[in-house]
């Protein structure tokens, strides 16, 4: 509000003849002309604040996402590098191989097309695609020829990683729901467990793996990063990312925790419980041989569950996902390398009629070896 000044008007030429001490309550044109002035400065000062600020936040957010991280993968010597290279694409090779080889058995042999061997080509579909996230980006890293990762790829490969790893979890509390059904209820699961039941359970595992990892892709992705843009891993895991983070990392740490917490603990859970029911039910049997033939179509799934969860538990289950990120590094080789490796190996040897099938496809020049 304009100040008002108590002083003779300007614009008079004199006083009233009959009130000579008569003042009039009048602004001067100058300061008008004083206040327009500062009421501008005052505006435009204001609008270029608030400018510069948007500015900056766009600057910063950008700056962001042209941001290059560092992938240190495994310091050391020549020698080692060359030999984790070889060890990497030699598990690499398998894992894709095996895993494409049950895509293609299950497909073909009509004997396969059960829901026990529909949930494991979505397993194996899944491992092909787990491993392509972390394994050709840990080669390149290994031979020192593409270590740096653009902060957009960072973010897409930390997010493809652990949605698969959730959903990895799903599949196989659904394996393992499916399993209970089949020897508790011989008689009467085919009628439960339809294909569309199936179906239902394969979509819900994929679609609940992916959204699980929604918030802290998110939380990850609006960090500022600052100082040594140098990641202590061979792929973009959270842990060793956001400590490189110059701003408050807590609510990611919480959210990661909860999220891995819910995720493992609700699978482990059903697929314990399933198991309980099972080896119950199976010591009931009266005859050996019937006891390890319904042991027998447990034997593969519980062997992969117990690698699955021995080598993940470690990685998300702690109060800081800070610490030990060396450990945590050496446990993910086991489960984005080794473990994906292994399983069509353990369904191909310790399932009669997958064993079967390949032995068939082999003799008749169908399918090639692996």
């Known amino acids: 509000m304009a100040a008002v000044s108590w002083k003779p008007a300007l614009c008079q030429t004199a006083p009233d003849s009959q009130h000579p001490s008569s003042y009039s309550k009048v602004l001067s044109t100058g300061e008008q002309h004083d206040l327009t002035i500062k009421g ?18 766009a600057v910063s957010y950008n700056k962001t996402l042209a941001q290059d991280f560092v992938l240190l993968g495994f310091p050391g010597p020549q020698a080692l590098q060359l030999s984790l290279f070889s060890l990497f694409l030699m598990m690499y090779v398998l894992t894709v191989g095996g895993n494409v080889a049950i895509l293609v058995l299950v497909g073909t042999a009509p004997q396969l097309h059960t829901p026990m061997y529909f949930f494991l080509s979505n397993l194996s579909f899944l491992e092909i695609w787990y491993t392509t996230a972390v394994v050709p980006k840990a080669l390149a890293v290994l031979l020192g ?3 740096d990762i653009g902060f957009p790829s960072c973010l897409l490969q930390m997010y493809l990683v652990f949605s698969l790893g959730c959903t990895e979890y799903f599949l196989l509390a659904v394996m393992a729901y499916d399993r209970y059904l089949a020897v508790c209820y011989p008689l009467h ?4 467990m339809s294909s569309l039941l199936s179906l239902r359970l394969a979509l819900g595992s994929w679609a609940c793996g992916f959204l699980a990892i929604v918030a802290p892709t998110a939380l990850v992705s609006s960090l500022s990063f600052c100082g040594p843009h140098a990641i202590n891993h061979f792929f973009c895991d959270i842990a060793p990312w956001i400590a490189l983070a110059c701003t408050s990392t807590q609510a990611v740490e919480i959210v990661a925790f909860v999220i891995a917490c819910v995720v493992i603990l609700s699978s482990c859970l059903i697929t314990l419980v399933s198991y309980v029911y099972i080896i119950s039910t ?16 447990c034997s593969s799934h519980l062997t992969v569950v117990l690698l699955w ?43 009669k009629e997958v064993r079967e099938s390949l032995l068939r496809k082999w003799k008749g020049g169908k399918l090639p070896t692996v």
Not at 41 to 46: F, M
Not at 189 to 192: F, H, L, T, V
Not at 314 to 333: C, E, N
């Open 145 to 147: 020829r593409s270590q």
């Open 309 to 351: 969860y021995g080598s993940t538990i470690f990685l998300h289950v702690r109060t800081s996902i800070k610490d030990a990120l060396d450990l945590s590094k050496a446990i993910h080789i086991l489960n984005t390398v080794v473990t994906p490796v292994l399983n069509p190996f353990i369904y191909t040897l310790r399932n």
């Open 282 to 297: 199976i010591l009931r049997i009266p005859s050996a041989s019937g006891r390890s033939k319904a042991f027998s179509t």
């Open 189 to 192: 699961y085919g009628a439960i």
């Open 40 to 57: 501008t400065e005052d505006l435009s000062v204001s609008v270029t604040s608030a400018y510069e600020d948007d500015s900056r936040m």
